[in-house]
């Protein structure tokens, strides 16, 4: 089980900003994880939250829940399709459905994102069920390309 993590700082350039990633092979509960007060720049994936990592059978579905999104900022300098995708995706096992639940609070995306860049499929085709909840602060999209230079919190 992961559970009451954190984290905080700046991540550059790699190929995945934020992933939690798990399958039916070694699941079960996540729950209590935090990122916040940070900036992700030029991620090919910026979010990404998988029960389908593999395709190995098993009876372990994951689980995740009271996952926080605060305080980010996700920029992205490329104008193409491919950089700054989002999965958001839930739990299917046989009978067993477990939404991922997520709260974004006060997150910024690029402009340049739009609705073709949330994933809802993936390499089993059946990435469905979440359940996205929205905090006090904006969920938002820069105005302008490389407003977010300016990160601070």
Do not use: W
């Not at 350039?13 to 030029?42: E, H, P, V």
């Not at 939250?49 to 395709?55: K, V």
């Not at 340049?112 to 929205?134: I, K, M, P, R, W």
């Amino acid at each position: 089980m992961a559970s009451n993590g954190s984290t905080a700082g700046t991540a550059d350039t790699n190929s995945t900003g934020i992933r939690i990633k798990t399958a039916n092979d070694r699941g079960g509960l996540i729950t209590g994880i935090q990122y916040s007060n940070s900036c992700f720049l030029d991620h090919k994936t910026d979010i990404q939250f998988t029960p389908l990592y593999n395709t190995n059978t098993g009876t372990l579905t994951p689980s995740f829940t009271n996952i926080l999104l605060q305080n980010l900022v996700f920029m992205n300098d490329y104008t193409t399709a491919s950089t700054g995708t989002l999965q958001f995706t839930g739990a299917v096992n046989g009978a067993t459905i477990n939404p991922l639940q997520v709260t974004l609070d006060n997150v910024t995306f690029p402009s340049v994102l739009s609705s073709s860049n949330f994933v809802t499929t993936g390499t089993a085709g059946t990435e469905t069920n979440a359940q996205l909840t929205y905090g006090l602060g904006q969920v938002v999209e820069q105005l302008r390309h490389g407003m977010g230079k300016l990160c601070r919190f």
